[in-house]
């Protein structure tokens, strides 16, 4: 009997292989422009969509069951796109068709058909000519009807030729004077704003971007306010004067509005945001016009990287050195690597720029393997800020805020100035706690008996959140150990920062930005927008710390940093170093001087005294030397497995089993199964396999050999496991 050709089919399920299935019945012979084609696909009981891997070959084809409809007439995911998902599947040790579903947009993973991306013009009606002349002059219905008059208009094209013209066209739809029809995409021209005359450093680094041809990795490595926004905006322009695509990726979606404003005002042509704050069809329409070359510029977060780019022609990933760009959940990936990857497979150079290079990229360009370009003094006038250390002990303090602080905020918002009062820790206080008997509220979720993880405050002190788990409750009313009412809150957050500044200086606008009120769409630009350029102050965390550019601000305030001084993970002084040169580079970014005051218990911290007096690439230096003689990052390779369940031994004894899997005489280092740093989440205990080597090689040899046997050991079955390649954190 010869061999019957069949599809090998991905399924988003968590397990590492493809299943062979029978073409739809009625439909021809399985070919390789399959591959890349969608299906919907029986599954046990269920119906899922699946994506074709490969053309396969079955002996004995009576116990396949067939395939029960094609979703697509040809191959949404072909090419580049398609083989790099293989590279990334390979890379993370998942399985293959969770990673093309974590690429896909929800309606595609759905089963719906991929989105027309056709465009939509106006035209006037019979009707319409017919009344034109009755039409009131001067109003905005007759101008609209004026452009009108020798056919239909794009709407791209309104935008730019009438303000408000929506209304206008409501009011003509309401007398039947136009209609709106489709019109097919056109891939737009772009008519180029000049934007200002770059310095001498950028110069050279644009011209370094424009020469590249083909892959080449860069590294703008440029001080805060140095101008690298507008060195991606010449590179771009490049591109696109090419006829070619360009994909940029920012670590926030408060992020996205401000650098699309200013992406389209220079470009002159649609640029397409695509973030997780839009909802699924409108991510899916992008993703589709992105596919057929007809989104020309695409800016987007981490699960943009997954745009299809068919006229690749540049890759930029702004503020690589955040952590935002690494997903935890779910499929591990690094955006910002896959981005490097993508851009060898397409043949483009990608840039990553950042005020506060992470240690591997800095590695990379100090060994050769990127090019290095140096941004070394801020764009225009503006010089960089002052910075003070204030030792605060023995010192009274306002919630956290010592008497010159306060001074020099009042000093600053009487000169018409704006004040950021940085503090990375929302909510109202981190502890809830007795002040008789030393009680403190734990999370019931989180905490063990050796392991407290106390709830935060929030409310005003009227409401308990954990904010690993999101478990809540209200305060008690006195305290479950020993009755008494003496409940207090103790340590600062933002919400407790902004209740006292409220307070202290009534006469002016306190703004609150952390996680909490910018959980809306677009809430971080409407609350910068609100603040305008009017003296007042911003309380906020780490959100306010990336890429804004807020030209009235002169005064940072970087209220507590001590918790970060001292932490057990190994990239904490990193974070912590990243976190306070990016926060002090909000400050005196126009013609205003700008200073940045750091209040701190230790101010002879060795850590502290080298980026104050140093700067940050004489911390990395120092962080470098450090690392290399520890074996970590950038000089060793590791992988965490991490596995929970209700019972902690359940854990271990999985880990264990995995452990063994792991030949002796492998290069591979292995450390556990050990308790997680944060040992309870959600109910379960958690406990972790870390696996350490040299080389990349031997690494991903000991995984490929664990991966192959993990899904059918007995002990998974009784634990929830996940492996994560390149851990950004051990906890």
């Given at each position: ?16 292989q ?26 046990g ?131 039947e ?14 008519r ?84 997780s ?69 397409l ?19 100090r060994?050769?393997?990127?090019t ?6 801020r ?93 809540r ?46 959980s ?18 911003l ?60 209040q ?12 104050v ?12 030397l450090?690392?290399?003689?520890a ?101």
């Open positions: 009997m010869s061999a019957c050709p069949t599809l090998r089919i991905a399924l988003p399920v968590p397990l590492p493809v299943f062979d299935y029978l073409p739809p019945a009625g439909s021809p012979a399985p070919r390789q422009e399959d591959v890349g084609r969608r299906l919907r696909v029986p599954f009981p269920r119906e899922l969509v699946g994506v074709v891997e490969s053309i396969g070959l079955s002996e004995d084809p009576a116990n396949l069951r067939p395939a029960l409809q094609w979703l697509d007439d040809s191959a949404v995911l072909h090419g580049e796109l398609n083989t790099s998902l293989r590279w990334l599947a390979r890379y993370t040790h998942a399985p293959l068709g969770e990673v093309i579903a974590t690429a896909l947009p929800a309606p595609l993973r759905r089963g719906d058909a991929l989105p027309d991306t056709h465009g939509w013009a106006w035209q006037l009606t019979e009707a319409g000519r017919s009344g034109y002349a009755r039409l009131r002059s001067g109003t905005r219905p007759q101008r609209m009807a004026t452009l009108l008059l020798d056919g239909a208009v794009n709407e791209d094209l309104l935008d730019e030729q009438l303000d408000d013209w929506r209304s206008a066209a409501r009011a003509l739809l309401k007398r004077h136009v209609q709106r029809i489709e019109v097919p995409a056109v891939i737009p021209q772009p180029i704003v000049p934007g200002p005359q770059p310095n001498p450093q950028q110069q050279q680094a644009i011209d370094a971007l424009q020469a590249a041809d083909g892959f080449q990795p860069f590294l703008l490595d440029g001080v805060t306010g140095s101008g690298k926004t507008e060195v991606y905006l010449q590179a771009i322009c490049h591109c696109l004067q090419q006829g070619k695509q360009a994909l940029v990726l920012v670590p926030e979606i408060g992020l996205t509005p401000q650098t699309l404003h200013r992406f389209r005002s220079r470009l002159g042509i649609p640029v397409h945001a695509l973030h704050g839009l909802n699924d069809n409108e991510r899916a329409r992008v993703w589709a016009a992105a596919s057929r070359g007809e989104a020309r510029v695409i800016v987007g977060t981490r699960s943009a990287i997954f745009t299809p780019l068919p006229q690749a022609g540049l890759i930029v990933i702004d503020e690589e050195h955040d952590g935002s760009y690494k997903q935890q959940d779910g499929i591990r990936y690094h955006a910002r690597d896959f981005a490097l990857v993508r851009g060898k497979a043949n483009v150079p990608v840039v990553l720029g950042s005020a506060t290079p992470s240690l591997e990229s800095l590695h990379n360009a060994s050769g393997r990127y290095h370009l140096r941004l070394q003094q764009a225009g006038d503006a010089k960089p800020p002052g910075v003070r250390v204030f030792d605060v002990r023995k010192r009274p303090l306002q919630d956290g805020l010592s008497p010159e602080v306060l001074v020099g905020i009042e000093q600053h918002l009487k000169a018409g100035s704006q004040v950021l009062v940085f503090k990375n820790r929302r909510g109202y206080a981190p502890v809830l706690l007795c002040h008789d008997c030393g009680w403190t509220a734990p999370c019931k979720r989180c905490s063990t008996p050796l392991h407290k993880t106390p709830m935060t405050v929030h409310g005003g002190g009227r409401r308990l959140q954990c904010h690993h788990c999101g478990a409750q209200p305060v008690p009313l006195a305290c479950p150990d020993c009755a008494s009412l003496a409940l207090q809150p103790q340590g600062i957050g933002t919400e407790r920062l902004e209740e006292r500044l409220l307070q202290l200086f009534p006469d002016y606008p306190v703004l609150r930005i952390d996680r909490s009120t910018t809306r769409r677009d809430a971080l630009e409407q609350t910068l927008a609100t603040l305008g350029e009017q003296p007042g102050i309380v906020g965390t780490q959100i306010l710390a990336k890429g804004h550019d807020l030209p009235k601000l002169t005064l940072v305030v970087v209220v507590g940093i001590d918790e970060g001084l001292f932490s057990a993970d190994f990239r904490a002084s990193e974070k912590l170093a990243q976190q306070l040169i990016q926060v002090a580079g909000r400050a005196g970014r126009a013609e205003r001087p700008g200073e940045v005051w750091l701190t218990h230790h101010p002879d911290n060795a850590l502290l005294h080298t980026l007096n140093g700067g940050y690439h004489a911390f990395a230096d120092a962080e470098l450090q690392r290399e003689a074996g970590f990052p950038p000089f060793a390779h590791m992988a965490l497995l991490r596995a929970e369940a209700k019972q902690v031994e359940q854990a271990n004894e999985f880990l264990a089993a995995l452990k063994q899997l792991i030949p002796q005489q492998s290069d591979v280092e292995r450390f556990g199964p050990m308790p997680a740093p944060m040992p309870r989440r959600a109910g379960f205990q958690r406990t972790q396999l870390l696996l350490s080597a040299e080389q990349r090689r031997p690494l991903h040899a000991a995984l490929d050999s664990v991966m192959a046997q993990a899904y059918g050991l007995p002990q998974a079955r009784r634990v929830r496991w996940s492996l994560d390649v390149d851990p950004m954190d051990l906890y």
